[in-house]
């Protein structure tokens, strides 16, 4: 079965998407990934994003027109793609509602019917809040691929990824965000005009600067980074309105600072679990001044690029999401209690039917590991 994997992040910069042909063969789910790609948000949708979010106000009006617009972009990113047997979108997250550890509710909008409608196949989506229902913290939901993905490496592997958000998965024991990843820096780039792609290319912002000792100590005490995982967050805690004390820092050691908070708060979690290799994903696993950080804090720890096991860095939550609609359409659960803290395994989201009838595939059993591999010229 080939699914497509749809998601846009706490980035909000545009739609990351995988087409995963699935096959289930002797309790190892083989995964041949044969597209990915970004398709970037309109600048003027990107705008308006970035406007409801906190901290700022919106309506609901504003929520539905980017429910339309957003789901009309995902169907437009989804017919690029190569053809496909089913979808499942992720969407954009605008809320995740948190209070202390205990997650509360959550909101991806970008309506799925468009999709559906675009490619005429059934189209998973709305998947973090049966975990939620359940006391789960609906995330990270890239756990579930984690812990098969890593299935049979030898000593005490975790999984980093490090979009907006920094999430660590110990494989089928516990997974959590960390802190900010991306969302800070970004946030800092973006308002003090640091450089005009709205982000630190190359990490060269970060290491032409001087982390501010006292500054990042003050970033540290942070009550989140003490709280007890499972343990979630987003940017309804790290936006930019959480840089506004720190603004009147040269733009270069508040992004160094920034990058140097993601490392250390990266590390402590990595270093309390006793981890001893590390399988990285994500943007920020691009910033060569990020990811040099974490390997001065972590000088125990082996650092491997997720593409080594087949997940493409940019790509790895795509595929993520295209193994959860795999799942819910062979009626499998896609999450593990312990890592998202539930009280149970669910099968997540809903499906919005395609042309025709709906039809599912036969319930398969659930696999025991995932083994990717990926077609040439995909990545």
Known sequence: MRVLGLISGTSHDGIDAAVVDFALQ???????????????????????????????????????????????AFAEAAASAPPVDAVCSH??????????????GTLQIGQPAWIAERLGVPVVADVRIRDITAGGQGAPLVSYLDTLLLAGLPGRPAALNLGGIANVTLPGELAWDTGPANALIDAAVLRTGAHPAGFDVDGALGARGRVDEGLLTELLAEPYYRLPPPKTTGKELFHDGYLEPF??????????????????????????????????????????????MLGFELPGVRLVPSDELGAPRDAKEAIAFALIGWQTLHGLPATLPSCTGASGARVLGTITPGAGPLQLPPR????QALRLTVAEGAA
């Open 26 to 72: 002797g309790g190892v789910l083989h995964g041949h990934v044969l597209a990915v790609g970004t398709t970037p948000y309109d600048p003027a949708l990107r705008a308006r994003i970035r406007a409801a979010l906190p901290p700022g106000a919106t309506t609901l009006a504003e929520v539905c027109a980017l429910d339309t617009l957003i789901g009309q």
């Open 91 to 104: 969407g954009q997250t605008v809320y995740h509602w948190v209070e202390g550890t205990r997650a509360l």
């Open 247 to 292: 603004l009147g820092i040269e733009p270069a050691d508040l992004i160094a600072t920034l990058t140097a908070l993601t490392a250390r708060t990266v590390a402590d979690a990595v270093r309390a679990a006793g981890v001893d290799t590390l399988v990285v994903s994500g943007g920020g696993a691009a910033n060569p001044t990020l990811v040099g």
């Open 364 to 367: 398969a059993d659930a696999p």
